[in-house]
């Protein structure tokens, strides 16, 4: 069977994901129970909203399998998603997968209503164009580790990390034409 990536469908913008990889030439699929993550090489968990998507990771019994997919394959966390990787989550709402060694604050920016886009380098393509990334009530990402390394920034806030195998971003790549961030992973 080919390499398969996950996308966790559960609530959030998972058909942008979809569409993204597509264009890539990349095999994904939806993933909405824990036995659908057996045939999964990597996971993208989705931008939405993080305490509604926390509780139905444990309505559906997908708390423990997500934990141990993490340990030996990688996860994307995109904005709500990036929030359910940390560690930590300033919001008993939410029951963190301590995937990557971080604290997470949702809605760091404000409301939905202060949502916008800005220019970003991109570490892994310093001299490629700027990548024109879309925040909507982004969380910070707090790095509670040395070995964490910061890919992009916003003025002085890490918004995309990486930890080994896992990458956390505070933007909406998916909502983009622009495929680099799914392609680097």
């Known amino acids: ?7 966790l469908a559960l609530q959030g913008a998972y058909e942008k994901h979809i569409e993204m990889l597509s264009s890539l030439g990349v095999e994904s699929r939806l993933i909405r129970y824990a036995q659908e993550l057996n045939d999964c090489c990597a996971l993208i968990i ?12 444990q309505k ?3 708390f423990e399998k997500l934990r141990e997919f993490s340990e030996n394959k990688p996860v994307m966390g995109v904005c709500a998603g990036a929030i ?3 560690e930590t989550v300033e919001d008993s709402r939410v029951t963190p ?11 760091n920016y404000g409301r939905q209503v ?4 800005a ?3 991109l570490k892994f393509d310093a001299e490629g164009p700027a990548y024109r990334a879309h925040f909507i009530r982004a969380p910070e990402m707090r790095s ?12 002085d806030d890490a918004v995309m990390m990486r930890l080994a195998r896992h990458m956390a971003l505070t933007f909406h790549p998916e909502l983009t034409n622009d495929n680099r961030i799914h392609a680097c992973w």
């Open 1 to 7: 069977m080919p390499d398969v990536i996950g996308v």
């Open 144 to 155: 509670n580790n040395e070995k964490i390394e910061v890919l992009a920034k916003f003025d």
């Open 84 to 86: 359910l990787m940390a």
């Open 60 to 62: 559906f019994g997908l």
């Open 46 to 57: 989705p931008g939405g909203e993080s305490s509604t998507m926390s509780l139905l990771i």
């Open 114 to 117: 202060f949502s916008f886009s």
């Open 97 to 107: 997968l301590n995937i990557m060694p971080m604290t997470a604050l949702r809605n």
């Open 119 to 121: 220019d970003l380098r």
